[in-house]
């Protein structure tokens, strides 16, 4: 009889190993966002209010980046996109673009980002076509 009476107790028991497991496992499969929507995200904070997005998009402050990946994978300076778009963000004033001023743009995102952050909005900026 006793040991009928333990049984339930040890259903609680594997099932509360089995909830654990599930929560354990659970947080597990967050997995780190994707490279693209990270680099929106940074984008959105850092770069959007002197670049908009739209080409016909306010151009004031810097060039609108609407199919910058396309302008970055025909650039005549014979270096990839992804070369390229690292360049002009690191180091924006070696090339002005035509039209706009040197200077205007922060000229500190090669430090102020991780490098991991700068490679999302490297990604997100190559798929911009
Ligand atoms: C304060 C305004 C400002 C901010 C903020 C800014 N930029 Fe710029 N950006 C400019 C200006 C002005 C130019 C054009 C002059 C030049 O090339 O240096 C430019 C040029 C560029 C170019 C080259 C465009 C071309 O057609 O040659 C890229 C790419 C670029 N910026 C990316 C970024 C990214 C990515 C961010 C955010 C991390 C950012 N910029 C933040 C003002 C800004």
Redesign the pocket.
Known sequence: MSGQRNLPKYLWFYSICLMIIAVVGGCNQTEPPDPITEGQR??TI??????SLDPAGPAA???P?AG?GT??ANNSEGLSATE??RR??IN??V????G???????RT?GT??RPVQLEA?IAY?ASLE
């Open positions: 940074i984008y850092y770069c959007l209010g002197c670049h402050l810097g060039p980046l910058i302008r970055a390229w778009l002009e963000i924006p004033d090339v002005v673009a035509p706009y001023t040197a200077g205007l743009m922060p995102y102020d980002f909005l900026l």
